[in-house]
């Protein structure tokens, strides 16, 4: 590490100093984020009567492997992360697909009453879901969706967070740029489908990544949507039922939370710029 | 061209514009415009003790019973320490943590990395997670020789805080991103003037670092406070319909879902979400209106 400090040398143990400081003040808070998910990987792999051992052990010296097949196949992690994964994959798929279109009529288009139907979406912003739970209860109901896939995730195709998101970044393109693709004889969804879409392809990314965030971790629309039919219950919901079942077997349930958490431990591995971006939009600028 | 053309152009522009916007919009109509409006309706109406009878309307009168209800009263205070327990030591946490990560230094992605991870966990992995280190027998608590009775997640005084303690630490990663985003778009150049002229680092903080940093905090502060309404699944896992009252964890959004799924009561429900919504609605709209008085704009 090029040290800048090198250049006063007079000040520097106190410099130093103060980096030890910062590392290690640092690190104690990196503990203790991690203290908790790193406890649930360790009680995973200890037989129950160790969990309850006091002090409790911080390695797990003798790892019971087998926790992980037994919420894999016993606790249905399987079905329940398959099911995660198809409901995740719908909404995500519908919302960057809704938002696309309708952001580019926003931001390309010229319509009488742009700027009202434009309120309108980012009106919706001000409605959380929570509110409309118990009419969409009725509604889903009635359309015969319980304990289906259209009826966990129709309701979620749309979002007016995101429609927002591309239309800022559809306003970034050049206006010359649709008016040479005009000369050239592209329609509208040419445009679209060849150059807007591949330009704003990182916004695109950002708005995936936040709607695989939100949709994995649903909880109270699977809660009440989901009954009691293990076919298409979630990840989320299917914790609860772990826990519930099995507390004489702890290991096994926290086998499955972590199990639950890997795929946006490693989502936010590969995309923690997209995230960061999508999670920052409105904060700054 | 002829104007002909010309309008028959538009004309085709603006069907093809409401044509991209229909699937949107079909899905707003259904699923959040007409439920929300719904809900006037549905508070108007009273749902009968017993399953299959019809609803009959009574006017205001149920609003003023829920509103003057003692569960009520109580749901709305632990909905509100709830908040003032999460939310200011969320923004806080994740601010001293990206202060401190805030310096191209080695290591620090990796640091970053760790303290924005809390963001992906959801809330029934949370639940478990703390559930267990909160377990009175399995615990670390007894450990720590701070084992409260009854069990603190059973506890009318220690439930809420323990259940708020999961909210903050999940908040925490998006609480840190928030944060360190807001300090990276600082100019480097105001800081850097500002250490010329001697400013001390505490000098710094507060007259400079903050008032910079006050357009981060306040969206900070927004998002915070929404999330801290709209968190239940904490409370719906470790403690449970049962007990929630008991604890006084009853939070507004638990007592929707209550309503919903177990007292079978859409009125009792509408009334609810329209307390949280014109709640969210009111503190966005004072927020935004603080945020145009007090906050510092760059160049202003």
């Known amino acids: ?152 995730t129709v309701p979620f195709l749309a979002t007016g967070f995101g429609t927002f998101l591309l239309r800022q970044a559809f306003l970034q393109i050049p206006r010359d740029l649709r008016e040479a693709a005009q000369l050239d004889g592209y329609g509208h969804l040419r445009f679209l489908w060849s150059v807007a879409i591949p330009l704003v392809r990182p916004a695109i990314a950002a708005l995936g990544v936040f709607s695989f965030l939100g949709a994995w971790n649903q909880y109270l629309w699977p809660l009440l949507v989901t009954g009691n039919d293990n076919s298409v219950r979630t990840v989320q919901i299917g914790l609860k039922q772990l826990l519930n079942t099995q507390l004489d077997q702890l290991n096994v349930s926290l086998a499955g939370t972590v199990i639950a958490v890997a795929p946006l431990i490693i989502l936010l591995l590969i995309f923690q710029k997209q995230l960061v971006r999508s999670l920052t939009a409105g904060a700054v600028k | 061209m002829s104007a002909r053309t010309l309008s028959a152009r538009r004309r085709r522009e603006a069907g093809l514009a409401y044509l991209l916007l229909l699937p949107a919009l079909i899905i707003f109509a259904v699923f959040t415009f007409y439920p929300f409006l719904k809900n006037f309706k549905l508070a108007l109406y009273q749902n009968p003790p017993y399953p299959g009878l019809p609803s009959h309307f009574v006017g205001l009168h149920q609003i003023g019973s829920v509103l003057g209800s003692s569960s009520f009263h109580q749901s709305l205070i632990s909905t509100l320490l709830f908040v003032l327990m999460v939310v200011p030591t969320g923004l806080l946490g994740g601010l001293v943590l990206a202060l401190a990560a805030h310096r191209q230094l080695k290591g620090m992605a990796g640091y970053r990395m760790i303290f924005s991870s809390t963001v992906v966990s959801s809330v029934a992995v949370a639940a478990v997670v703390f559930g267990t280190l909160m377990d009175p027998v399995v615990g670390l608590l007894p450990w720590l020789g701070l084992n409260p009775h009854p069990a603190i997640l059973d506890n009318p005084t220690w439930a809420l805080p323990a259940v708020a303690v999961i909210a903050i630490w999940q908040f925490l990663g998006l609480s840190f991103i928030i944060m360190t985003a807001g300090l990276q778009s600082m100019p480097d150049e105001v800081l850097e003037a500002a250490r010329l002229d001697g400013a001390g680092s505490w000098t710094m903080f507060w007259r400079v670092t903050v008032p910079l940093l006050s357009p981060t905090l306040f969206f900070g502060l927004v998002v915070g406070t929404i999330y801290a309404f709209q968190s239940f699944g904490q409370i719906d896992i470790l403690i449970g319909p049962q007990n929630a009252a008991f604890t006084h964890t009853n939070v507004l959004l638990y007592y929707v879902y209550q309503a919903l799924s177990i007292q079978n009561d859409p009125g009792l429900a509408a009334v609810l979400s329209l307390v949280l919504f014109f709640i969210l609605l009111a503190l966005t709209l004072l927020q935004l209106r603080f945020l145009e008085r007090r906050v510092h704009y760059a160049g202003a």
């Open chain 1, 1 to 152: 590490m090029p040290e800048r400090e090198n250049a006063v040398p007079t000040r520097r143990p106190q410099q130093r100093l103060r980096l030890a400081a910062r590392y290690l003040f640092l690190t104690v808070g990196a503990i203790v984020v991690l203290f908790p998910l790193y406890m649930a990987v360790v009680n995973s792999l200890l037989e129950p009567s160790q969990i309850a051992h006091q002090p409790p052990p911080l390695i797990p010296l003798h790892p019971q492997w087998h926790t992980y097949p037994d919420a894999w196949s016993g606790g249905h992690m399987a079905v329940y992360l398959r099911n995660s994964a198809i409901q995740t994959s719908i909404i995500v798929a519908g919302q960057i697909v809704t938002s696309i279109l309708a952001a580019y009529a926003f931001a390309f288009l010229e319509f009488p009453f742009r700027r009202s139907l434009f309120v309108v979406f980012l009106m919706t912003l001000m409605i959380p879901f929570e509110v409309t739970v118990a009419t969409n209860l009725s509604t889903v109901s009635s359309l015969g969706w319980f304990n289906t896939f259209p009826g966990l």
